[in-house]
């Protein structure tokens, strides 16, 4: 299976903010704005793939910034790494000001899809061959994040997790 790059898997959505879609401030529902994430991240990892995929776990979601009604916003997703059935999505969430046109991140998140056959079972994905300086950034965090999923979730004892070890105490 041939190596892919995450821009391969880029996936923009845009889209404007909604009345019908804001809190009583007047600002994007956190809700709404996670399902936008979940909807680019499965596209980003089915392009990845080629499979169908199904959201595993939302590993990471900051809401740094209320969204405005009317604000355009605009989702891109990546595949930040792949391992044999399942893909890290590095989703980054930006907002353009209705009024002065500057665009600004507003919010971020790390999805985990799982790609599967017809049947539902897990099937291997092509691995992921970053390139740009962030690319590779988010690359090497993505098994520090797996490592301590896995630790957290009794499924890794603390000592096999080598790349948490290295960041901790040294290689």
Same mark, same amino acid.
């Given at each position: +299976? ?75 997703? =990546? ?7 399942? +893909?890290?999505? /590095?989703?980054?969430?930006? +907002? ?14 790390? /999805? ?40 957290? =979730? ?18």
């Amino acid at each position: +299976m041939e190596s892919k790059s995450p821009s391969a898997s880029r996936t923009t959505m845009t889209d404007m903010v909604l009345p019908s879609e804001t809190n009583p401030l007047n600002n994007l529902f956190g809700g709404e704005l996670l399902a936008r994430m979940d909807r680019a991240a499965s596209i980003a990892a089915r392009r990845h793939s080629r499979r169908i995929t199904v959201t595993a776990s939302v590993n990471h979601v900051a809401f740094n910034r209320a969204v405005p009604v009317g604000s355009v916003v605009t989702v891109e997703a =990546a595949v930040s790494r792949a391992f044999k059935t399942s +893909m890290e999505v /590095y989703i980054d969430v930006w +907002m353009e000001d209705r009024f002065s046109g500057e665009r600004t991140k507003a919010n971020e998140a790390i /999805y985990t899809f799982v790609a599967v056959d017809e049947t539902g079972k897990p099937t291997e994905v092509p691995q992921l061959s970053p390139e740009t300086d962030l690319e590779k950034e988010r690359f090497a965090g993505a098994l520090r994040r797996k490592q301590l999923s896995l630790v957290l =979730a009794g499924k890794m004892k603390p000592d096999e997790a080598t790349e948490l070890k290295a960041l901790f105490m040294g290689s």
